[in-house]
């Protein structure tokens, strides 16, 4: 069983005593939130593994209890540069600050000695479980569980591996190069001055051991073209794995991090396998791979693959070794910086063997300064791993040649995993994205494996709690995260963006942009470039509103920055580019057809001459598209009235979610209508295109993701001994999974196909092509998903996999935004064919009209070109009118013109509405 983090404490080690109330003196002036007046304060120690001493520290002020950690340097004579925890508290400040590497929060660092005695930081408790050994316990954890651990474990090396150095501030850390002779050079020296003469006895096969790293040191080690943030005891027992869930909360014990090569991380966390380094099991060292892997604990070459599917580096495999010149050819793993090349495997995995052994002789050398029997067993411990680590040199490889089937399962679903990114045709093609765009689609696909897909279980957890209206506190962190890495605003269309900067700027003399305002207008994207980022934010339902990217929010803040002006911008545009309020759009009636939007109710009728209330329409006797106008209403304004939150397929999409809401004398200024009365319906036209391909955008994401999780299930869950994909049944559907991958890749250029011509010719050209689209992606994304949630048996209906909420969304997207129906792309492609034919006989009729003197059928010629002309005007398609005007004085009817003369009145209207929407 794992050790809950409070187990691990006891009483405090004589040796290690402070003055209590010095450090409480401390705490209640320096640490942020500790109780001012407390009533009761202990101290006890921690027991396992700590070189630098640290303790336990328990607070009470009436019914309140808060817990800290307190992390010394130990007391006595210490060698140069050991137990920096001053150090320790930069790296922790550092990553807590700017990343979301699992780490304890720091509070303070104290480097006055005349405090306890040495310096010392304190730093947040985190209640969770530690393992202490690597096997993991045959009882309390189940196979399944021991390899979620070791993947967790994975990880979170790959998450400390990540961090950017210059971001957070730890560009002096250390020396980027030569680290791995830094290493060789620094332990060795560590070894003479802890053993010799008058003090422990000094082993000679180590002496050869260092001599033998120096002339393999790996070539990138002086270059530092793998060098990074490093642990430098990177362990399964140095981290807190959380309560209940299989995800590590917290990296301990960073004494011995630095920058340098990060092989060495991966190499020391692979120790346990080679051999058991457990100062209390001096008799007994070998490790896993002598031993025996217990069920569940992955391979050392699928523990490097999971490492490196983290990491986006390629799985290492390794080569016999060859024997040049009497010394052996290092092995190699391929670089995630040039996979032409490799970092020495050999070289990397017994630069842990030394370092362990320079460390334990200086366990042994310091003795009563850190004290117990660990200390005392450490020489004994040091000779056998010198003895390891020569076995080890002469084995012939350190994987094998051939990694096992399970590897190469997971190797195949981490490149099914880059589908979309080499599916954009790099090679060459019409849909090439371009540099800046290939950055940031990279950056965005590393910020959700770091930090969103992480965080799924959680955001869900609180969508189902009594607390799901409020937003989780780690949203608000990555939303800080994503601006800082520029992936903030990314939807805004380059001429939207410019639009605004016109607008706020007009409203001053010289022109001037505020930077910070000018920086929320996104990175300048058409609506093609953006199609490549949607797609990836599409794979988590969540992603979006991190980003600023979700709907409705994004429609809003484009009808604003299309039709609002400047002051309107000031009050709920700005507010809404930094993610500081949400929007929604209340538009749908249950008693009316909404899908039809003349067929609105609500009404709005002006009673102040500042002031408008509330109730839909503002001109009912008006031409039928132009009786609408769009309002902005504060939601807290008296007369909205939130009814009831609804869901849909039983989510209620908490937290910002759907409602019915009730709009009764809700007075707002006059100055909230946008662009005047009767420019709704305009306004509704030109706010579709745009967010319709957003939909689209993401459900080829979510159907991407669903295409991953069905493969990495068959090729991962075992049922009757067989894996799944080697079961008759799904290989009878490999030609569906082939049909689905069609369809998806197919979808996706007709997606970017309208996103293209959106650009090139707007929005009224590019309907038929985004109406396509808008039918053609949920429909794809249903049959994809189906299909995934089938290979995932009953989890895939649950709530245990987010399959279940992406076919919700999905099958939701058939209607919103306009039904199927509404978007019938056999109607659309037949009129494009149909038009230049209906403008030409509309044309010979107009003609006729002006020939003939006397016709009976005159008032049938009439009405059969208004009759043309409106259907013309309604699908934003030529100019007619003139044709008509020519015609209309020709001998007809009185009551055929009068019926004439109103129609052609509509068709005005709707036209000009049309011309200035697309001057706009």
């Known amino acids: ?80 540069s050991a137990h920096a925890v001053e150090r320790e508290f930069q790296v922790l400040h550092a990553l807590g ?62 998450s400390l591996h990540s961090a950017d150095v210059d971001a957070i501030g730890l560009r002096s850390y250390g020396k980027p190069t030569n680290y791995c002779k830094r290493q060789v050079e620094r332990w060795a020296k560590q070894y003479l001055v802890s053993t010799g003469e008058g003090k422990s006895n000094r082993n000679p096969r180590m002496l050869e051991l260092a001599d033998w790293l120096r002339q393999h040191i790996p070539l990138e080690d002086s270059s530092g073209a793998a060098a990074g943030l490093v642990h430098g005891d990177f362990r399964i027992d140095n981290l807190v794995f959380h309560p209940t869930e299989d995800r590590v909360i917290g990296i301990l014990d960073w004494e011995l991090s630095t920058l340098g090569n990060q092989m060495c991380d991966v190499a020391y966390s692979c120790m346990h396998y080679i051999v058991d380094i457990s100062l209390d099991k001096v008799e007994k060292n070998g490790g896993l791979e002598l031993t025996g892997i ?30 040049e010149s009497g010394k052996s050819r290092p092995l190699t793993v391929p670089s995630r910086e040039r996979e032409n090349h490799g970092l020495p495997l050999t070289g990397s995995f017994m630069l842990p063997f030394l370092c362990s052994v320079g460390h334990l002789s200086m366990l042994e050398y310091i003795g009563n300064a850190s004290g117990g029997e660990r200390a005392r067993n450490a020489g004994k411990k040091a000779d056998v791993l010198i003895e390891t680590a020569w076995a080890f040199i002469r084995r012939e490889s350190v994987l094998s040649p051939h990694p096992p089937q399970e590897s190469i399962a997971r190797e195949h679903v981490q490149q099914l995993g880059k589908v979309s990114r080499d599916s954009l045709h790099s090679s060459g093609g019409k849909f090439v994205p371009n540099q800046k765009v290939q950055d940031l689609r990279n950056r965005l696909i590393k910020f959700m494996e770091d930090h969103i897909y992480p965080m799924e279980n959680e955001f869900y957890k609180l969508a189902q709690s009594n607390m799901r209206w409020s937003i989780h506190p780690d949203e608000e962190r990555l939303k800080e995260l994503a601006k800082k890495e520029g992936l903030w605003n990314l939807w805004i269309p380059f001429d939207s963006a410019a639009r605004v900067k016109q607008v706020i700027s007009g409203q001053r003399r010289d022109g001037y942009i505020d930077k910070t305002f000018d920086e929320l ?55 809404l580019l930094e993610g500081n309020i949400r929007s929604g759009f209340a538009m749908t009636e249950p008693q009316v057809a909404s899908s039809d939007a003349t067929n609105i109710e609500c ?22 598209h132009r009786q609408q106008s769009m309002i902005l209403v504060d939601i807290n304004t008296p007369g909205v009235n939130v009814k009831r939150p609804l869901t849909v397929f039983g989510f209620d999409d908490a937290p910002h979610g759907h409602a019915e809401i009730a709009f009764e004398n809700v007075r707002v200024p006059s100055k909230n209508i946008l662009l005047g009365e009767g420019r709704g319906f305009e306004i509704a036209q030109g706010r579709l295109g745009p967010g319709r391909l957003h939909h689209c955008m993401r459900l080829i994401g979510a ?11 068959a090729m991962s869950r075992r049922a009757f001994e067989k894996l799944i994909a080697e079961h008759g049944s799904f290989i009878s559907d ?18 970017l196909e309208a996103a293209d011509q959106l650009d090139r010719l707007g929005n009224k050209n590019a309907r038929g092509t985004i109406a396509m689209a808008k039918v053609a992606a949920p429909n794809m994304a249903l049959k994809v998903l189906d299909m995934a949630m089938q290979v995932h048996g009953a989890a895939g209906v649950s709530g245990d996999t987010v399959l279940a909420h992406l076919w919700a969304t999905s099958r939701t997207l058939r209607i919103a935004d306009g039904p199927d129906e509404d978007n019938n792309v056999v109607e659309k492609v037949l009129l494009d064919m149909k038009i230049p034919m209906l403008e030409r006989q509309l044309e010979r009729r107009a003609t006729e009209v002006q020939e003939v003197e006397e016709d009976t059928n005159m008032d049938q010629i009439y009405l059969d070109v208004v009759g043309g002309l409106k259907t013309l005007c309604l699908y934003g398609v030529g100019d007619m009118i003139p044709l008509f005007t020519q015609g209309v004085s020709i001998g007809a009817s009185s009551s055929s013109k009068v019926e004439m003369e109103r129609l052609s009145a509509e068709v005005e209207q709707m036209q000009q509405a049309q011309t200035q929407m697309h001057l706009r």
Not at 536 to 553: H, I, K, L, Y
Not at 604 to 618: A, E, L, P
Not at 703 to 713: I, K, L, P
Not at 737 to 747: A, D, H, M, N, P
Request: net charge positive.
């Open 734 to 751: 490999v030609a569906k999974v082939g049909v689905c991958r069609i369809e998806l890749e197919s979808t996706r250029l007709l997606v």
């Open 294 to 323: 217990p069920e569940g604990v992955p391979s050392l070459a699928d523990y490097l693959a999971d490492y490196c599917a983290a990491a986006e580096s390629p799985i290492p495999r390794s080569e016999p070794a060859v024997q």
């Open 1 to 80: 069983m794992a050790s809950r983090t409070s187990e691990l404490v006891g009483h405090v080690d004589p040796a290690q005593r402070f003055d209590v109330d010095s450090l409480l003196r401390y705490a209640i002036a320096n640490v942020d939130g500790f109780p001012q007046t407390p009533s009761q304060f202990s101290v006890s120690q921690f027991g396992h593994g700590q070189s630098n001493p640290t303790f336990l520290l328990e607070v009470h002020s009436g019914s309140l209890k808060k817990r800290y950690v307190m992390r010394k340097k130990p007391p006595g004579k210490l060698l140069e």
């Open 97 to 158: 600050t700017h990343t979301l590497v699992p780490v304890p929060k720091v509070y303070c660092l104290c480097t006055d000695p005349s405090v306890i005695g040495t310096p010392f930081y304190i730093m947040e408790y985190l209640e969770g479980r530690i393992y202490i050994e690597p096997m993991l316990p045959v009882r309390g954890v189940e196979p399944r569980q021991r390899s979620a651990i070791y993947r967790a474990t994975a990880k979170a090396l790959a």
């Open 521 to 575: 207008l996104g990175a300048g994207l058409s609506n093609l470039e953006y199609g490549y980022l949607c797609e990836v934010m599409g794979r988590s339902v969540w992603a979006p509103q991190v980003f600023n990217c979700g709907a409705p929010d994004t429609g809003n803040m484009e009808v604003l920055m299309r039709y609002g002006n400047a002051e309107q911008m000031r009050q709920w545009l700005v507010p």
């Open 603 to 624: 009404s709005i009728t002006s009673r102040y001459s500042n002031s408008r209330n509330m109730q839909g329409k503002t001109d009912f006797k008006a031409p039928k």
């Open 703 to 713: 159907a991407e993701r669903g295409m991953q999780m069905m493969v990495q299930r």
